[in-house]
């Protein structure tokens, strides 16, 4: 699945797009995860000012941006992506981890199939962990003070069709060990989050699952039956000028197995699953 950045360099002509989409993952569970984080964010208010700086590779991490720009194709991305009007309930859950943080995001969004899911929860990079930004999908499409999102398994950053702003993101080569990446290589090509064609048409991920969009972050995952973990480590530029390093460590609940399961034999048979229960490291780096 990391054809997808090859494909991002040559699409940054669509730069400015806000993106929100369900997926379907065919997951067999939506139990809900217990995690004991030691802080929890109740979120801030939507909207804000700032803005991208249009679309594009961007070598060595953006510069940052405080303008928000006009999201292509925002009509198709609202139907497309079945993005909601209302903020979702899910909660982000904070754990210290050495210099970084654990952060658990209820992406649950009323569950697996649901006709009627939930908003994205929208998250933004800080100092004492990773905060919840209440705002709706719709939202968002206007919204520079947000960074990252999920809803089940998809995940989308603040750029191209899926925000204003003008958060990019790469993918580390040769998967370094998290904890051992300290310092962002230099040569790194860095992406806005685009999944869209000119043609306002929705650019689908490649693993056979109706209508889930090929972002930037679906490099976190593969698909044999079951959500598995691709281990693939992710820099992310944020509007204000900074990095994180980031690695998404489960997509089910990561008390009870099921993620190991998945990772091991291409299937899960724990249940519930607690699926959608994102559990991310990440840390600022220089």
């Known amino acids: 699945m990391f054809y997808r950045f090859g494909f ?13 989409c369900d997926s379907d993952d065919t997951d067999d569970g939506t139990g809900g995860s217990t995690s004991t984080s030691t802080s ?10 700032g803005g991208n700086v249009g679309g594009g590779a961007v070598g060595g991490g953006a510069p940052g941006c405080t303008e928000p720009v006009d999201v292509l194709c925002s009509d198709q991305v609202i139907l497309q992506m079945n993005l909601k009007d209302a903020p979702a309930p899910g909660l982000i859950n904070n754990e210290q981890d050495g210099t970084g943080w654990i952060s658990h995001v209820d992406a649950t969004a009323g569950g697996f199939g649901s006709s009627d899911p939930h908003s ?3 998250g933004k990079f800080a100092d004492n962990g990773l905060e919840k930004v209440a705002i709706s999908d719709e ?5 520079m003070d947000w960074d990252i999102a999920f809803r089940r398994n998809v995940g989308r950053i603040n750029s191209g069709n899926s925000g204003p702003s003008c958060v990019a993101a790469a993918v580390v080569p040769n998967v370094p060990a998290y904890d051992d ?28 699952m109706p209508g889930s969009p090929d972002t930037l972050l679906s490099d976190y995952w593969s698909y044999t039956g079951c959500v598995a973990m691709t281990d693939a480590i992710f820099v992310l530029s944020l509007a204000d000028g900074r990095q994180v390093k980031l690695l998404v460590t489960n997509y089910y609940d990561y008390t009870n197995g099921a993620q190991e399961e998945c990772d091991t034999t291409g299937g899960v048979t724990v ?9 991310i490291r990440w840390a600022f780096v220089q």
């Open 8 to 20: 991002l360099c040559a699409a940054a002509c669509l730069c400015a797009a806000f993106l929100g």
């Open 40 to 49: 929890t964010s109740t979120g801030t208010g939507g909207g804000g000012v």
């Open 120 to 122: 994205y929860v929208y």
């Open 139 to 143: 939202d968002s499409l206007d919204a």
């Open 181 to 208: 990446f300290t310092v962002v290589p230099a040569g790194l090509t860095f992406n806005p989050d685009v999944y869209f064609t000119e043609n306002c048409t929705m650019i689908e991920d490649g693993t056979g």
């Open 271 to 279: 249940s519930p699953s607690g699926s959608a229960h994102i559990r």
